[in-house]
């Protein structure tokens, strides 16, 4: 079967090799804003589901795994930062405190849903000070993700613990992943 990742994450696709080594990157051109917020877990759900459908209906001769991933503190998601104001705004909000990651899962076959779910994950940060968060953002890591930090990068340093998966908090819960795929005796 023809596997493809309807992701553009860079993070994503190294994480996704380890499940399928041979996959095709194919973007969704979706409008995310179409979907309203709601639960978080649900939100998440429903947007790799977005990502996941819309490639799948030109691509039903493959399985079409769409997955996305979102922060979480106070009932509020943080996206990908706008700019350097945005990303220092985030990191103030996260310092000290337990925020959670959650990324949706969807599964396409013969452009049809099968299997669709998500994981969570909880994440402590330390306090941070102004020059950690000036430091940080200076390293460019923040502008390409959501949270506005990379757990696999310069932000492991902040890192108190992580209850969960690990892999979830880099953008796919692998084992989560494989186990879907295993049950619809996709792999």
């Known amino acids: 079967m023809r596997f493809i990742l309807a992701s553009g994450s860079p993070r994503r696709r190294e994480l996704f090799r380890i499940i399928c080594p041979d996959f095709e990157v194919i973007t969704s051109d979706a409008d995310e804003s179409s979907i309203p917020f709601s639960v978080p877990s649900e939100y998440c759900e429903r947007l790799a589901e977005l990502k996941c459908v819309s490639v799948a209906g030109s691509n039903t001769d ?12 106070d009932g509020k998601i943080l996206g990908k930062p706008a700019d350097r104001e945005d990303a220092a705004r985030m990191l103030r909000l996260l310092s000290g405190r337990s925020h959670h990651v959650l990324t949706g899962l969807c599964i396409c076959v013969e452009g049809h849903v099968i299997r669709r779910s998500f994981c969570d994950t909880e994440v402590t940060f330390k306090d941070l000070s102004d020059r950690e968060i ?8 923040p502008f390409d993700k959501a949270g506005a ?12 613990s992580i209850k969960g998966d690990f892999f979830n908090v880099v953008g796919l819960p692998v084992n989560m992943l ?3 795929l295993l049950d619809a005796s996709l792999l």
Request: charged share 20%; with cysteine.
């Open 62 to 73: 493959a399985c079409v795994i769409g997955a996305d991933t979102i922060v979480c503190v």
């Open 134 to 141: 000036d430091e940080y953002i200076g390293s460019g890591d």
């Open 149 to 160: 930090y990379g757990i696999q990068n310069g932000a492991a340093r902040f890192c108190r």
């Open 178 to 180: 494989y186990e879907m």
